[in-house]
C-alpha cells in the first residue's frame, strides 16, 4: 500500500521555523524523487522543494531559495523540509510527492501569523 503521511505543520509567527516530515511506504523509498507542494487558499499548488533517490540534486522555488531546506533519510524512508524565517505568504497545505509512484500525502497546514 503506497502511502506517504506529513507531519510537522502548525501556527508559527513569522521569522519563525518549522520542521516538516513524510513518512513513506509501499514503494522503494530509495528510487523516488520526492518533492513538496504546497497550495494556500485562492492560489494553485506551488512546487516548494525536490530532491533525488540519492540526496544529491535539490531544486527549490525563488520564493523559499535560501530559507527552506529539503533532505531525506533512506534509513528512514522519510523526506524532511526544513522551514526557517517564514513569512505569513508561506502559510499553505503542505504535501509530499513520490514520483515516479504517482504517491500524495494527505497534507499538513502551516500557518504564519503574528
Known amino acids: 500500500q503506497v502511502q506517504l503521511v506529513e507531519s510537522g505543520g502548525g501556527l508559527v509567527q513569522p521569522g519563525g521555523s518549522l520542521r516538516l516530515s513524510c513518512a513513506a511506504s509501499g514503494f522503494t523509498f530509495s528510487t523516488a524523487t520526492m518533492s513538496w507542494y504546497r497550495q494556500a487558499p485562492g492560489k494553485e499548488r506551488e512546487l516548494v522543494a525536490r530532491i533525488t533517490g540519492s540526496g544529491g540534486s535539490t531544486i527549490y522555488a525563488d520564493s523559499v531559495k535560501g530559507r527552506f531546506t529539503i533532505s531525506r533519510d533512506n534509513a528512514k524512508n522519510t523526506v524532511y523540509l526544513q522551514m526557517n524565517s517564514l513569512r505569513p505568504e508561506d502559510t499553505a497545505v503542505y504535501r509530499c510527492?513520490?514520483?515516479?509512484?504517482?504517491?500524495w500525502g494527505q497534507g499538513t497546514q502551516v500557518t504564519v501569523s503574528s
Open positions: 510527492y513520490a514520483f515516479p509512484y504517482h504517491a
